[in-house]
């Protein structure tokens, strides 16, 4: 299957500061790209899907001044957190897909972000 | 997007048969039905797609029925390393791309 790999895999930063997280389809050129954000034992929640080369769209709720997403190449996408707070403290997950793959995303293995 | 219900835990042993159902009686005509298994701190991971019938990989296999507002996975004698959260999802195929409503997903606990 088509590979997704994010990095880093764990970040934990101060509460003011901004990270960035990488996502990157490693064998396909990804289309689309899609963040989820998971809380503990919790499911995974869209928060905004990108196409190369175009502005995301955030689902409701999902502040994109807080939550910049660039998909710049057909490989890469780039969530970040600005101006962090504890209660952003979540995994963070990207999927992709690309032509020729139907409706079927594959997803990164995950970053878990701890905002102290 | 349909709806669909799981139930929130199963639990089973090693070497049986597992089924989880899935509900989703709003299922729109071009709408594909998908399953993820996901660890924990681990992305989610495809298992296997069908639109009706009956659809098998090395891993599973996946049962419609004709109305499709129901489907089962079916993972035969699970082992252990198969304890993990299992989303059935469905969606639109060959629209550019289909976003994924995530459910509760079903717990599956395999003990020995």
């Known amino acids: 299957g088509a590979v997704v790999s994010q990095h880093p895999s764990r970040v934990i930063c101060k509460s003011g500061t901004s990270v960035k997280i990488e996502c990157r389809s490693l064998?396909?050129?990804?289309?689309?790209m899609f963040w989820y954000r998971q809380f503990p034992k919790k499911s995974l929640m869209l928060m905004a899907t990108?196409?190369?080369?175009?502005?995301?769209?955030?689902e409701q709720g999902v502040e994109k001044d807080k939550f910049l997403i660039n998909h710049a190449s057909l490989t890469l996408s780039t969530l970040t957190v600005t101006s962090a707070h504890p209660e952003d403290s979540s995994f963070y997950i990207c999927?992709?897909?690309?032509?020729?793959?139907?409706?079927?995303?594959?997803f990164g293995p995950g970053t878990r972000l701890l905002v102290l | 997007l349909a709806k669909t219900t799981q139930p929130i835990s199963m639990d089973s042993y090693e070497g049986q048969e597992v089924n989880i159902t899935c509900s989703h009686n709003?299922?729109?005509?071009?709408?594909?039905i998908t399953w993820y298994q996901q660890f924990p701190s681990q992305g989610p991971r495809f298992i296997i797609q069908?639109?009706?019938t009956k659809v098998t990989n090395e891993v599973a296999s996946l049962f419609i029925p004709a109305d499709r507002k129901s489907s089962t996975l079916s993972l035969p004698r699970v082992s252990l390393s198969d304890t993990a959260v299992y989303y059935c999802?469905?969606?639109?195929?060959?629209?550019?791309?289909?976003?994924?409503?995530f459910g509760t997903g079903t717990r599956l606990l395999v003990s020995p």
């Open positions: 990108s196409n190369e080369g175009s502005k995301a769209t955030y």
């Open positions: 064998d396909f050129q990804a289309t689309t």
């Open positions: 999802l469905v969606g639109v195929m060959n629209t550019g791309f289909q976003k994924l409503v």
């Open positions: 069908g639109y009706k």
């Open positions: 709003n299922i729109a005509t071009n709408d594909y």
């Open positions: 999927s992709a897909t690309g032509q020729g793959f139907g409706e079927t995303q594959y």
